[in-house]
């Protein structure tokens, strides 16, 4: 049982937009903690596709948002497109436990 | 180009012991903490440990504390995780990762991961 709280899936159809939920605490998304979201493509490695909240690294397309409130985060992709079929991850940090947590996944579906 | 190379990972009887290292290039090692993710066959992503820059602060998952220690060798430019003790649970791949803080901070560059294999 992950900390932070994913839907185990999600789908959509080319150029819908879709949005993933993480549910945490107040030991973590509810203290202010930054939240942080991933991307898995398929056989590869995380790459990081958010940071603090809604900031995109270099590259990553503004069809990527983020936002925060209270307890929960969440993550909205607008525009699908079938290469973003992947696992998203959200990341914060819990005070109870000191450590870095992630959510547990979400696999994202391109119908 | 900034790149993070995990080695050292392979198959291990439970109760044995393994060294993983993570081998940096592209950037100034010295001047960031690193992390260790690793993620179990078909699960999600489990933060393991991480260490400060200058390799004094070394915090640990409750998972793996006691069992796994963090450390680094910065005129290497290389990161490692000691595993010992290891159990069926911890088979994984395992994952290093450049990190922009300490405790709160994400993970803005990964390596491709080392595949670790806890069974007799």
């Known amino acids: 049982q992950s900390v932070l709280t994913q839907p185990p899936s999600v789908s959509g159809a080319p150029g819908q937009r879709v949005t993933i939920s993480c549910t945490g605490s107040?030991?973590?998304?509810?203290?202010?903690?930054?939240v942080h979201w991933y991307q898995q493509l398929p056989g590869a490695a995380p790459k990081l596709l958010i940071y603090?909240?809604?900031n995109r690294p270099s590259g990553v397309p503004d069809r990527f948002s983020a936002s925060k409130s209270g307890t929960s985060a969440s993550l909205a992709i607008t525009g699908l497109q079938p290469e973003d079929e992947a696992d998203y991850y959200c990341?914060?940090?819990?005070?109870?436990?000191?450590?870095?947590?992630f959510g547990g996944g979400t696999k994202l579906t391109v119908l | 180009e900034v790149q993070l190379v995990e080695s050292g990972g392979g198959l291990v009887k439970p109760g044995g012991s393994l060294r993983l290292s993570c081998a940096a290039s592209?950037?100034?090692?010295?001047?960031?903490?690193m992390t260790w993710v690793r993620q179990a066959p078909g699960k999600g992503l489990e933060w393991l440990t991480v260490?400060?820059?200058?390799?004094?602060?070394?915090y640990y998952a409750d998972s793996v504390k006691g069992r796994f220690t963090i450390s680094r060798d910065n005129s290497k430019n290389t990161l490692f995780l000691q595993m010992d003790s290891l159990k069926a649970e911890d088979t994984a791949v395992y994952y290093c990762?450049?990190?922009?803080?300490?405790?709160?901070?994400?993970?803005?560059?990964w390596g491709k991961g080392t595949t670790v294999t806890v069974s007799s």
């Open positions: 990762a450049k990190r922009s803080t300490v405790t709160v901070g994400y993970m803005d560059v």
């Open positions: 592209g950037f100034t090692f010295s001047n960031f903490p």
């Open positions: 260490i400060s820059d200058g390799g004094i602060d070394t």
């Open positions: 107040y030991s973590n998304i509810g203290a202010n903690y930054d």
């Open positions: 603090v909240d809604d």
């Open positions: 990341q914060s940090y819990d005070t109870s436990l000191s450590a870095s947590v």
